[in-house]
Structures are given as structure tokens and as C-alpha cells.
């Protein structure tokens, strides 16, 4: 079956540290790959994603994000974390480009330490 | 600005109620979607909309009922038949049916009283 995994429920680091979050799929070909961000008691906001071409991906408040095709995954990553990066983020992945096909990962909760 | 505005921010249904979920958006998007969160998951989507008197189910559509009406709204309806309500609600947009959600609203918040 198709599935997103993000394996970290909840990540904790210092503001100014550097952050990965970690996201793998469980699907035969290339899927369509996004990254959203969650305020509390908010909406979701796209930050990045991945249909084709370079495997580097960059996106909105300094975001980055590396498509591994071998290791079927789809990592986030910021340099350096500010207090105001404390969310829920989530993985997402589609097999064709579309909302309907869309399946979100269970999410990782950031918390930023002062 | 644009963007998707849903209301209310929380709500409570009674035993045997249906409640409908307000969805508007101002961003001129064809596309409409309807989501749910619950503690610890991920999205699943209950319908979806391209167009205009158009609407499809989810994963999830069971208990659920939508409309399509107007370009700009797209309200939810939990009947009585959704066993197990509670969660919190999210409505989202894009400019087309080939694109991602693009945008969200603040969601709305139901719990059973």
C-alpha cells in the first residue's frame, strides 16, 4: 500500500540550531512531493515542493528540501531555526499531480528551545 | 486579500445533529477541498470540488455531505450517521483541479456535546 512516513512525532531544538526532518515514501514510481507547515490552531501553508528536475528544492522561509530517489525520501531542512519556526509540519506525496491523490504523513511537532 | 475564510472557529453538535461547516473563499480558485485532522494524523480528504455543481468523495466521505452551489462556497455538512465527529476541519483551494492545495483556511473545531 501507499504510505508516507514521517518517523519523528515531535523534534525539539535550539533556536539557531540547524534542523532536518525526515520524511519517506513507500511507492513504486516518483511521486509528486510537498512539504506544508501548521500553526497551532491554523491552517496548513505550502512550503516547498518536488514534481521533477533538481533534486534540491527551495522554498519558503528558508527552507530547503533534498528528493533521495534511493532511499525514497523527501527530508526537510533549515539551517537555522527561529523561535517563530515552531509548528506542525507535515509530508505530503502524490503519485499523480492533483489533490485528490494527495496522502499526508502523520506530521512532526517542532519545538523550539529559547 | 484573498483567502478562505471558514466559520465557525469551534462548534458543538448535539446527539443525533446534523451541523454544516461555512467554507468561502475570495480567491477566484475552481477547486475546493475539504479535509480532516485528528490528534496525531495526517489529512485525510472527506470530498473535493472542481467545478462548480461538482463534487466528489474522498477516503473518508461516509457521514459527510457537501454542496457546491457557487464558485466561492463550499460548506460541509456532519450528519447524524458520523459516528465519530469530532476533529477538526479544514477547507482548502487551488486555482485549478491539477494543482495541490494552495491555499487553507483556519479550520474549525467540532466536538459532540
Known amino acids: 500500500a501507499q504510505s508516507v512516513t514521517q518517523p519523528d512525532i515531535h523534534i525539539t531544538v535550539s533556536e539557531g540550531a540547524s534542523l532536518e526532518l525526515r520524511c519517506n515514501y513507500s511507492y513504486g514510481a516518483t511521486p509528486y512531493l510537498f512539504w506544508y507547515v501548521q500553526s497551532p490552531g491554523q491552517g496548513l501553508q505550502l512550503l516547498l515542493k518536488y514534481f521533477s528536475g533538481d533534486t534540491l528544492v527551495q522554498g519558503i522561509k528558508g527552507f530547503e528540501a533534498e528528493f533521495k530517489r534511493s532511499q525514497s525520501s523527501f527530508n526537510l531542512r533549515k539551517p537555522s531555526v527561529h523561535w517563530s519556526d515552531a509548528a506542525e509540519y507535515f509530508c505530503?506525496?502524490?503519485?499523480?499531480?492533483?489533490?485528490?491523490?494527495?496522502?499526508f504523513g502523520q506530521g512532526t511537532r517542532l519545538t523550539i528551545n529559547p | 486579500d484573498g483567502g478562505i475564510t471558514q466559520s465557525p472557529k469551534y462548534l458543538f453538535r448535539k446527539e443525533g445533529q446534523n451541523v454544516t461547516l461555512s467554507c468561502e473563499q475570495n480567491l477566484n480558485h475552481d477547486a475546493m477541498y475539504w479535509y480532516r485532522q485528528d490528534p496525531g494524523q495526517g489529512l485525510r480528504l472527506i470530498y473535493y470540488?472542481?467545478?462548480?455543481?461538482?463534487?466528489q468523495k474522498g477516503d473518508i466521505a461516509e457521514g459527510y455531505s457537501v454542496s457546491r452551489e457557487k464558485k466561492e462556497s463550499f460548506p460541509l455538512t456532519v450528519t447524524s450517521a458520523q459516528k465519530n465527529p469530532t476533529a477538526f476541519y479544514l477547507c482548502?483551494?487551488?486555482?485549478?483541479?491539477?494543482?495541490?492545495?494552495?491555499?487553507f483556511g483556519d479550520g474549525t473545531r467540532l466536538s459532540i456535546l
Open positions: 470540488s472542481q467545478i462548480v455543481n461538482d463534487f
Open positions: 482548502a483551494s487551488s486555482i485549478s483541479q491539477g494543482d495541490q492545495p494552495q491555499h
Open positions: 505530503a506525496v502524490a503519485l499523480v499531480q492533483g489533490a485528490q491523490k494527495l496522502v
